[in-house]
């Protein structure tokens, strides 16, 4: 067989949490909760299920749930949306994106993505025949430089697909990013996918904005979030999308030949803390920002260097002071020899700059954390 994708094997995240599974490392690589969701939310699935909400949902997602993220849309973001035509239920923000991309690029298209980036991008753009252009961000702030990026964009360019936060470095657009993507979407008349799955774990007071706030730039946009990062189940993997009524009907041609539908209890359940618990979401940047200050806090005085976290659940760490190894030897010696596993940050890259720098999430109990950041001070 000829692959469609030849220059790939399995994901680093299924890498690295079976090497730290083997290792019984403690696992601060693929980006889950080690702590428990909302009892409550356990509770309403168990009773969706014993209700006999178990068959298909309709294909857009349970117009219950949808209503919801209307209100939690216009709660945040002031964006007024129908839920009927708007907003789609999908099965995690994985598929949202494989789906907008298939909708949105077509053979030959060229894609702008960040380098570095989270890694469903590229497979997905390649699979729908179109190309990704790598747009470098700078450490330590790993801020877009807009002017740049102009100058990447051809006759070919679609689609631009932005993520903040950010994962991997924890980067967080301004309110001056969103303006300057808005002008060069409508300049070049491209569309957007905006990645938002981290859009409640923005830190230290700053605004939580999103492409939703903008009016002109959300018309060309497909807005991604995920119920797994807000709710601590990514397991459940739901997720949704908002886009215009045009986005969303091509979004949804797609969408129903790929799941159809998402689990249906999940979605019952998840309305239902929405509706009963909604402040659960909301209150979330001060639960993160307490863990992202603990493993600061705890390495602080040694030799790793902390780059800047403004948001999302991963912290970006500089081992260069006392290793040698490059990202991916160290991620392997350190899940191997000392029982920490992390995400080398190369495998981000098209073209990864020579740095030594690795990604911990810190999604994790207090303890978890203060076990990997003694192990991790001893090191340096
Ligand atoms: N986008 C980003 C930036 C992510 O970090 C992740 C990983 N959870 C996803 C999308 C996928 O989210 P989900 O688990 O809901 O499919
Ligand atoms: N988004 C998670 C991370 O960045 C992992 C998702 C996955 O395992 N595919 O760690």
């Known amino acids: 067989l000829?692959?469609?994708?030849p220059t790939l094997g399995n994901s680093i995240f299924s890498q690295m949490s079976l090497l730290a599974a083997e290792h019984r490392a403690i696992n601060l690589s693929q980006?889950?909760?080690?702590?428990?969701?909302?009892?409550?939310?356990i509770e309403?699935?168990?009773?969706?299920?014993?209700?006999?909400?178990?068959?298909?949902?309709?294909?857009?997602?349970?117009?219950?749930?949808?209503?919801?993220?209307?209100?939690?849309?216009?709660?945040?973001?002031?964006?007024?949306?129908?839920?009927?035509?708007?907003?789609?239920?999908?099965?995690?923000?994985?598929?949202a994106l494989f789906v907008a991309i298939q909708a949105l690029v077509r053979p030959g298209d060229e894609v702008i993505v960040f380098d570095p980036a989270y890694d469903s991008y590229q497979p997905a753009v390649e699979l729908a025949g179109g190309f990704t252009v790598h747009v470098p961000l700078q450490p330590p702030l790993y801020q877009v430089d807009w002017v740049q990026l102009e100058k990447q964009i051809s006759k070919k360019t679609r689609l631009i697909i932005v993520n903040s936060p950010h994962n991997p470095t924890g980067a967080v657009f301004s309110h001056q990013d969103w303006l300057s993507l808005q002008t060069l979407v409508l300049k070049h008349r491209l569309y957007c996918i905006s990645d938002e799955?981290?859009?409640?774990?923005v830190f230290d007071g700053?605004?939580?904005?999103?492409?939703?706030?903008?009016?002109d730039l959300a018309e060309r946009t497909v807005v991604v979030s995920s119920f797994g990062k807000t709710l601590h189940v990514t397991g459940w993997k739901l997720g949704y999308a908002v886009a215009s009524v045009e986005l969303t009907s091509e979004f949804r041609k797609i969408h129903q030949y790929v799941t159809f539908s998402s689990f249906t209890p999940a979605?019952?359940?998840?309305?239902?803390?929405?509706?009963?618990?909604?402040d659960d979401v909301t209150g979330l940047a001060a639960f993160y920002q307490q863990k992202r200050?603990?493993?600061?806090?705890?390495l602080a005085a040694s030799a790793w260097s902390l780059l800047p976290c403004r948001g999302s659940y991963f912290q970006l760490a500089d081992y260069?002071?006392?290793?040698?190894?490059?990202?991916?030897?160290?991620?392997?010696?350190?899940?191997?020899?000392h029982k920490v596993a992390a995400i080398p940050l190369s495998v981000f890259y098209r073209q990864s700059p020579s740095q030594r720098i690795i990604r911990f999430c810190f999604a994790k109990e207090p303890q978890t954390l203060a076990m990997a950041t003694e192990i991790l001070c001893r090191l340096s």
């Not at 799955?197 to 774990?201: A, I, T």
């Not at 700053?206 to 009016?215: I, R, V």
């Not at 200050?293 to 705890?298: C, E, K, L, S």
Request: one cysteine or more; a negative charge.
């Open 31 to 41: 980006g889950f909760p080690d702590f428990p969701s909302n009892p409550q939310l």
């Open 293 to 298: 200050d603990q493993f600061r806090q705890a």
């Open 320 to 337: 260069s002071a006392f290793s040698d190894l490059d990202d991916v030897a160290f991620c392997h010696w350190l899940t191997r020899e």
């Open 2 to 5: 000829q692959s469609k994708l």
């Open 44 to 95: 309403f699935l168990a009773e969706s299920a014993r209700d006999g909400l178990n068959q298909y949902a309709p294909m857009p997602g349970v117009l219950v749930l949808r209503q919801q993220i209307s209100i939690l849309v216009q709660r945040c973001y002031q964006r007024v949306l129908c839920p009927e035509q708007q907003i789609t239920v999908t099965s995690g923000a994985t598929e």
């Open 197 to 201: 799955v981290y859009e409640h774990l």
């Open 206 to 215: 700053e605004a939580q904005l999103s492409a939703n706030q903008y009016p």
């Open 267 to 278: 979605q019952y359940a998840i309305a239902r803390l929405l509706c009963e618990q909604p």
